[in-house]
């Protein structure tokens, strides 16, 4: 990693202007049931275009998690006592 400077800030992607900066934030995936809340993620904003990204590396790490969450959590189903 050599984008980094004493300020801490970053080469934005979008715009190529050295105002991006790292900030973990709070997102949300999917919806109802399948509603994922994945806090301090890490996210590359840009102060001069107002872009906001993730590096495929973080990207690639939230689709891990939303596929493995639908696997170790249970889904909401109802579920009725016959007797
Ligand atoms: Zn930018």
């Given at each position: 990693m050599s984008n980094?400077?004493?300020n801490n800030l970053l080469i934005c992607d979008?715009?190529?202007a050295q105002t991006a900066q790292l900030k973990?934030?709070?997102r949300?995936?999917?919806?109802?049931i399948d509603l994922l809340i994945i806090e301090d993620v890490p996210v590359i904003v840009?102060?001069?275009?107002?872009?906001?990204?993730?590096t495929a590396?973080?990207?690639h790490e939230i689709a891990y998690k939303i596929h493995y969450?639908?696997?170790?959590?249970?889904?909401l189903v109802a579920v009725a006592a016959f007797a």
């Open positions: 980094h400077n004493k979008a715009c190529a973990f934030m709070t949300s995936y999917g919806r109802g840009c102060q001069h275009c107002g872009e906001s990204y993730m590396e973080t990207m969450k639908s696997l170790a959590i249970p889904k």
